[in-house]
């Protein structure tokens, strides 16, 4: 079992009506910080966030937002598939979900240190331009995308960790 969860504990910061600090961009419950719980909020204790902060969120979008031209959404370009030319190697792929796992558990749990941050982010960077990599070359499947996704993700949670100078809820740094 990986805490994977509770890596990034807190959310997105809030407004009362949910609005983020990117304009037309909500947030709430377990992926709003709306500052109720404090810095501790874990899964309990959002029931609030979700039921009010949803409410208030839609009040504000229904009362504030224009509606979305359609038209804006034509310069899309379409979606150019890769090649295929590697075959997927479930073994491979258990690996690479393994290592990414150790990694944050290791290194980006609960107690962080600086130095095992960085170690966290070297061999992450190694892992993802393998992964991407493959990625580009391989016939796309839900596990492909979702290790993908992962390992893009772990990144952003070591990078975050590494700024934070502050600990405050759930993490704390040695």
């Not at 810095?39 to 029931?47: D, I, K, P, V």
């Amino acid at each position: 079992m990986v805490p994977a969860a509770h890596y990034s504990c807190g959310g997105i910061k809030v407004d009362t009506h949910g609005r983020t600090s990117i304009a037309n961009l909500y947030a709430v419950g377990e992926a709003a910080c709306s500052g109720v719980h404090g810095a501790n909020r874990l899964a309990s204790t959002s029931l609030l966030e979700g039921l009010v902060w949803a409410r208030q969120a839609a009040d504000h979008i229904g009362e504030n937002m224009k509606k979305i031209e359609i038209s804006r959404f034509n310069s899309i370009p379409d979606w150019n598939p890769p090649l295929c030319t590697e075959e997927f190697d479930p073994l491979l792929f258990q690996q690479d979900w393994k290592m990414i796992q150790l990694t944050m558990w290791n290194y980006a749990g609960i107690s962080r240190s600086k130095k095992g941050l960085e170690r966290a982010h070297a061999d992450l960077e190694y892992h993802a331009h393998r992964i991407f990599k493959f990625y580009k070359n391989a016939r796309l499947t839900r596990q492909i995308i979702e290790l993908r996704n992962g390992v893009i993700n772990a990144s952003l949670i070591v990078k975050a960790a590494s700024r934070n100078k502050k600990s405050i809820g759930c993490h704390f740094i040695r």
